[in-house]
């Protein structure tokens, strides 16, 4: 396979390669979020649930017991576990506290545990955490049971506990096979180990493995990219996500261990990331949306080619429920009037929850414009592309407006960025390594914003 060089990205195309733009896993983004949403708020969302509703859910677990200077997650780092343990009580009872609003309301179709490092929990308190869940809500039979593994915590114990609690989707944190770029971020983890942990967990009855790549790391190179990609694909994943290194020292102190001096530069990591692209869909995987990948008869892909990809803080999903309530420190929920966000701080959330009141600190309401405007930029990031007619039929006169702005950009712009094709406008194939760059344009709190964000690619 012949490997992209710097030399063959276009001109216009490097141009954007080094603009700082939001990552689109929700609409408004996070900087926005304001106090005006408070617990207040969020219990009266709580209680408009409507019965018979699916919902999901995801609980944050903001420990582990290494701390990865790549990292961006709201984390931290203990050698003890005694902190954990006072965590997990407080995040049973914030479970019981929102259990007993929306009690008889909605059924559960996925649950997803995150962090951190949710795998770091002892087998008792994963299985206790998992039956909890299982008392306060009602779990679909076939709801999805989805785990964030960190290879280097698994043992046999903490595998039967997983298997125990119905785990159905296994996310293993992968990053790069390559010694000096494990060092260089503080992750030591060989392709022994990862695949150790993928064969013991399929022969657990898991179907589905994701395992999670990086490119953009210091180091990094397109020899070591090709490798990791190589032997990665030896595990036959069900699906793969290949993120970009987001370096954000100004919000995520650690990264300060990494010197910028190391990290290739944005041609690079374009180069990185179609190398890596390349090879898995030589492989037979499926582009999906912006960075995934997955086997063909997975329900990623089956979502994609039926229009109904969605995408939300774990990235993209085929999860339709309108509803997602996140538990634990800095977790994110998603309800019809909008977005919510827990209190931060491990201990202050702990204060909190353990008196019995909700964690929600900050969010926003969702207006008509926002909604528009979200639709229009989901469906960049998950199609390429979005119907001018459902625009409009969707949102009226809000939709109108937005279909103004997309043309003037598609004249504006000499189709470079947006294209109209029929009734639908289209990101360009050649332009769609930065569409986070024309999703970014329809974006009304980007413009004098003070946030500062990842590169675009």
């Given at each position: 396979m012949q490997r992209p060089s710097n030399s063959d990205i276009p001109p216009d195309l490097a141009a954007k390669l080094g603009e700082n733009v939001p990552r689109y896993t929700s609409y408004p983004t996070a900087p926005h979020f304001h106090s005006g949403v408070d617990a207040q708020t969020v219990h009266g969302w709580l209680e408009s649930v409507e019965t018979g509703s699916e919902i999901s859910l995801y609980l944050h677990v903001p420990y582990c017991d290494k701390l990865c200077w790549?990292?961006?997650?709201?984390?931290?780092?203990?050698?003890?576990?005694?902190?954990?343990?006072?965590?997990?009580?407080?995040?049973?009872?914030?479970?019981?506290?929102?259990?007993?609003?929306?009690?008889?309301?909605?059924?559960?179709?996925?649950?997803?545990?995150?962090?951190?490092?949710?795998?770091?929990?002892?087998?008792?308190?994963?299985?206790?955490?998992?039956?909890?869940?299982?008392?306060?809500?009602?779990?679909?039979?076939?709801?999805?049971?989805?785990?964030?593994?960190?290879?280097?915590?698994?043992?046999?114990?903490?595998l039967d506990a997983l298997a125990e609690i119905g785990m159905t989707r296994a996310s293993l944190g992968v990053q790069d096979f390559d010694l000096k770029v494990q060092k260089a971020i503080n992750r030591e983890q060989s392709f022994e180990l990862t695949k150790q942990v993928v064969d013991r967990v399929r022969a657990r009855g898991v179907k589905s493995v994701n395992l999670d790549l990086l490119y953009g790391l210091p180091y990094q190179t397109l020899d070591s990219i090709g490798m990791t990609v190589e032997q990665a694909l030896t595990l036959t994943p069900e699906r793969v996500a290949l993120f970009g290194y987001a370096h954000v020292p100004w919000f995520k102190k650690h990264q300060t261990m990494i010197d910028e001096t190391w990290l290739p530069n944005s041609a690079q990591r374009l180069a990185q990331s179609r190398l890596a692209a390349q090879m898995m869909e030589a492989a037979g995987y499926v582009p999906i949306g912006l960075d995934h990948f997955a086997k063909r008869d997975d329900s990623l892909t089956m979502a994609a080619k039926t229009g109904q990809l969605r995408r939300n803080f774990q990235g993209y999903t085929e999860d339709q429920c309108e509803t997602l309530i996140g538990f634990g420190p800095s977790s994110v929920s998603r309800y019809r009037q909008g977005y919510a966000q827990n209190i931060v701080a491990t201990g202050e959330y702990e204060k909190v929850v353990s008196a019995g009141q909700l964690a929600a600190a900050r969010g926003i309401e969702f207006s008509r414009d926002d909604r528009a405007r979200g639709w229009v930029i989901e469906r960049l990031m998950c199609d390429f592309s979005f119907s001018a007619i459902e625009l409009v039929e969707r949102f009226g006169d809000c939709g109108e407006k937005l279909l103004l702005q997309a043309s003037r950009l598609a004249t504006a712009a000499s189709g470079e960025l947006l294209q109209l094709q029929g009734d639908h406008f289209v990101v360009p194939i050649e332009t769609r390594p930065v569409v986070r760059t024309v999703a970014a344009k329809f974006d009304k709190f980007l413009q004098g914003g003070t946030a500062r964000h990842s590169l675009a690619v």
């Open positions: 790549f990292c961006a997650c709201h984390t931290k780092q203990t050698r003890h576990y005694a902190p954990v343990a006072m965590f997990l009580r407080s995040l049973h009872a914030e479970i019981e506290a929102v259990a007993r609003i929306v009690r008889g309301k909605g059924r559960v179709r996925a649950v997803h545990f995150g962090g951190g490092s949710p795998t770091m929990l002892r087998p008792g308190d994963i299985v206790a955490l998992a039956k909890r869940l299982r008392v306060e809500f009602e779990l679909l039979d076939e709801a999805s049971v989805s785990v964030e593994i960190e290879p280097n915590d698994m043992d046999e114990a903490r």
